[in-house]
Nanobody
Framework: QVRLVESGGGLVQAGGSLRLSCAVSGALLRINTMGWYRQAPGKRRELVANITSGSNTNYADSVKGRFTISKDNVKNVAYLQMNSLKPEDPAVYYC??????????WGQGTQVTVSS
């Protein structure tokens, strides 16, 4: 059974930093692409960043230069380091494995709140 568990969300002042973690069980990050998405109230879920099995990364334009996605294949944990947080960044952040043995998997989400 595949399980993704996010942690690390919280309240931070604008300009501050948070690091989100996504602990994965039942699937191997070293052979999977995984991504971080976010969904703000009233908006669609959007891709923030993803990282391939070969550690190639891709970022939404809105977070380039501020967020960094990474993973630890030994611990099977993915991270999203978020720096210079802005008032437009608050959302529920989800980690995702888009395709593991024909299925897609999501975590339960972690709330990020930015105070101005």
């Amino acid at each position: 059974q595949v399980r993704l568990v996010e942690s690390g969300g919280g309240l931070v002042q604008a300009g501050g930093s948070l690091r989100l973690s996504c602990a994965v069980s039942g699937a191997l990050l070293r052979i999977n692409t995984m991504g971080w998405y976010r969904q703000a109230p009233g908006k669609r879920r959007e891709l923030v960043a993803n990282i391939t099995s070969g550690s190639n990364t891709n970022y939404a334009d809105s977070v380039k230069g501020r967020f960094t996605i990474s993973k630890d294949n030994v611990k099977n944990v993915a991270y999203l380091q978020m720096n210079s947080l802005k008032p437009e960044d608050p959302a529920v952040y989800y980690c995702n494995i888009p395709n593991w043995r024909g299925a897609t998997y999501w975590g339960q989400g972690t709330q990020v709140t930015v105070s101005s």
